[in-house]
């Protein structure tokens, strides 16, 4: 690449910023690693939680569709306010994962699989092999109506069908000394059965078997569903695709899934129900290393795709930037959300050199840290231990020197 010739990046690309240190990373990775490089077109939505109080959470809803419009976004990091975040940034109300919001207008499944390198081992010591995170991204908690319950009554499920007639009524819990608290979530068939061939698809395309949890011996309606749709769809569409691939689909019950998945060497694509792929995914990253060592990725089944940073928005190191203190936050997720949608960008469109320079960034951020360049957060898991922790910046600017060379 000579010097001031940039990559054309053919189709937009949609970058939706979000929070807090993440935010501030975010930044930092366009202006080292996109700008200079790319010339490139970005459909930008902000979601900083501000931003989608003024515009009453319209701004994720109109990412969503900007993404339906490109093929490819790419996310940062963003709140899902609680109470104490309401009062932090003066907000008008708790408003909804802007993550659950993206993925319910996208129908899609997240895939997360951690960043192996060689001097970070897994805690498990026999993990070898990656295990990849495929997570329902619809329904469950995530969609709930709950009520807190005052005093002594009755709290009771109904289901009135399209005509008006009650097909089913059934006390939840009488409440006879006291409040507590109640709530109901749901699941339909057409986003079960959208997960099950997202993950049966992405099991072929990396060619690993499919595991799949769920509780149907306590939940016989709501999880049996899940096994059902599961067992069908595979047994009809892909029982065959998976012999042919060398590859097994296995259902157990979730907790003997996670038993097994610890006594295992990895290697496999775990299907998780919303809440499960939550926990999990973040117990997998940390095991592997550390939460920012993990990429995530929004698969639809419509073909739409989204790259985000798999951890949240590291909090406490932004009040420290805030009062001017140097933090040493890992940035490996981030730059791996930019060079996996700038990856896909380039498949889409044709241009090698998009998915070349995507590769090549990757390889520098691995070498990096593998040459005994790191962060706080692998500096303590790192074998052996690196003589100096880097800070955030000076971390990325290492990354940047690397990258320069292959460049050139």
Same mark, same amino acid.
């Given at each position: ?8 990046? /053919?189709?937009?690309?949609? *970058? ?14 366009? $202006?080292?690693? !996109? ?10 939505? $902000? ?113 009135? *069908? ?42 072929? *395309?990396? /060619? ?5 949890? +769920? ?125 996996? +949608? ?6 889409? $469109? ?18 990096? !840290?593998?040459?005994? !360049? ?7 898991? +790192? ?26």
């Amino acid at each position: 690449m000579s010097k001031g010739e940039k990559i054309k990046v /053919k189709t937009p690309l949609v *970058d939706i910023d979000g929070d807090e240190m993440t935010r501030i990373i975010w930044k930092m990775i366009k $202006d080292k690693f !996109i700008f200079p490089y790319l010339d490139i077109e970005l459909a930008y939505y $902000d979601l900083h939680v501000k931003k989608r109080d003024e515009t009453d959470d319209k701004v994720t809803v109109e990412a969503a569709e900007a993404i339906k419009k490109y093929g490819v976004g790419v996310k940062c990091a963003t709140i899902t306010p609680n109470k104490d975040r309401v009062k932090e940034y003066t907000l008008k109300k708790e408003w909804p994962s802007p993550n659950a919001t993206i993925r319910a207008a996208l129908d899609g499944t997240v895939f997360r699989k951690p960043i192996l390198v060689k001097n970070v081992s897994a805690a498990v010591s026999g993990w070898k092999r990656p295990i990849i995170i495929g997570r329902h991204a619809y329904g469950d908690v995530y969609k709930n109506k709950e009520f807190l319950v005052p005093g002594p009554g009755k709290a009771e499920l109904m289901f009135t *069908d399209a005509e008006g007639k009650v097909l089913f009524k059934e006390v939840i819990q009488e409440f006879k000394s006291g409040g507590g608290v109640i709530q109901g979530i749901h699941n339909t068939d057409k986003s079960i059965k959208s997960f099950a061939k997202a993950c049966m698809e992405y099991a072929l *395309d990396q /060619k690993v078997d499919l595991w799949f949890g +769920a509780k149907d011996t306590i939940s016989k309606t709501y999880d049996a569903r899940f096994r059902t749709i599961f067992e069908e769809t595979f047994a009809k569409e892909y029982k065959e695709k998976f012999e042919k691939a060398g590859i097994r689909f296995n259902y157990t019950l979730i907790d003997d899934t996670v038993a097994r998945i610890m006594r295992s060497e990895g290697g496999m694509l775990w299907a998780c129900k919303n809440y499960d792929g939550d926990v999990m995914s973040d117990m997998l990253g940390s095991a592997f290393g550390s939460l920012a060592m993990m990429t995530s990725v929004l698969v639809s089944p419509n073909g739409f795709i989204e790259y985000e940073a798999a951890h949240g928005t590291v909090q406490k190191h932004y009040y420290k930037h805030q009062k001017g203190e140097k933090t040493s936050t890992n940035s490996v997720a981030c730059i791996f959300a930019w060079t996996g +949608a700038l990856r896909k960008r380039g498949e889409i $469109d044709s241009t090698p050199k998009v998915v070349e320079f995507a590769t090549k960034l990757e390889k520098a951020v691995l070498e990096t !840290i593998e040459s005994g !360049i790191m962060t706080g957060d692998l500096a303590n898991l +790192a074998d052996p231990k690196p003589s100096k922790v880097y800070l955030t910046e000076e971390w990325m600017d290492a990354v940047k020197a690397r990258f320069d060379k292959m460049m050139k």
